[in-house]
């Protein structure tokens, strides 16, 4: 797989590493200079500018963020002379629906977005978020890991772009009610998944086993 990376922090440095061993193809593009040369020695690829990191990806363009918003917005501007009408976008990790929300207003209707999130709630916030903008979305309460199977069930078999921003969003601290915070006395469940299925084990499943 192909996988264009922003940001090469700690945590960002140790996973291109590892998509590497694991037979990834990873370009890697970091604002300061010292991290990239560090992956450089490393035999990463590295780019000095965004617009260069979308012009070296490969269709289907897959595009790992671990930094702030700003590289969103200028990710997609570089993405839009890429893709064309009817391409397929898929948003791995919709949340509160503002990336998703920016293809839209870049892109209109002339993209398909695909937006997966295990959190119901975080889909029904922004389906009412996105419902009055002009665009072809659809939901999938489903982890971006079971991509393949998701698309398949929509007989989509190819894509032009996946947009995965990583991480817990302030709602899931603040509003959840899993136990994903110290703040609040609540179940110890700690899964995105409203309702957890019954094969899955929950957080105080495994902490009392």
């Known amino acids: ?15 291109v590493q590892r998509m590497q061993e694991k037979g990834h193809h990873v370009v890697a593009y970091n604002r300061s ?13 590295t780019v000095d500018t965004l617009e260069e ?17 700003r590289a969103v917005d200028v990710l997609l ?21 503002g990336h998703s929300e920016e293809i ?22 922004s389906q009412n978020r996105l419902s009055t903008k002009n665009c072809d979305i659809t939901y999938v309460e489903e982890n971006f890991r079971n991509i393949d199977e998701s698309l398949k069930s929509l007989n989509i078999s190819k894509v032009s772009a996946i947009l995965l921003d990583l991480g817990f969003s302030s709602d899931q601290l603040e509003m959840s009610g899993r136990g994903f915070s110290f703040q609040k006395d609540e179940p ?7 309702t957890p299925r019954e094969d899955e084990f929950s957080a105080e499943d495994i902490v009392n086993t």
Not at 8 to 14: A, I, Q, S, V
Not at 33 to 45: D, F, V, W, Y
């Open 1 to 15: 797989m192909n996988i264009g990376y922003l940001g090469l922090g700690k945590m960002g440095m140790g996973m």
């Open 33 to 45: 200079e010292e991290p990239k040369k560090r992956a450089a020695s490393l035999g990463i690829q």
């Open 53 to 69: 990191l979308v012009t070296k990806a490969e269709a289907p363009r897959v595009f790992w963020l671990m930094v702030d918003h």
């Open 77 to 97: 501007s570089a993405l839009k002379p890429l893709l064309s009408k009817g391409d397929i976008v898929i948003d791995g990790t919709l949340g509160a629906g």
């Open 104 to 125: 839209c207003e870049r892109f209109g209707d002339d993209v398909k977005i695909v937006a997966f999130d295990l959190d119901s709630d975080a889909i029904a916030r």
């Open 188 to 194: 110890l469940s700690m899964t995105l998944r409203k």
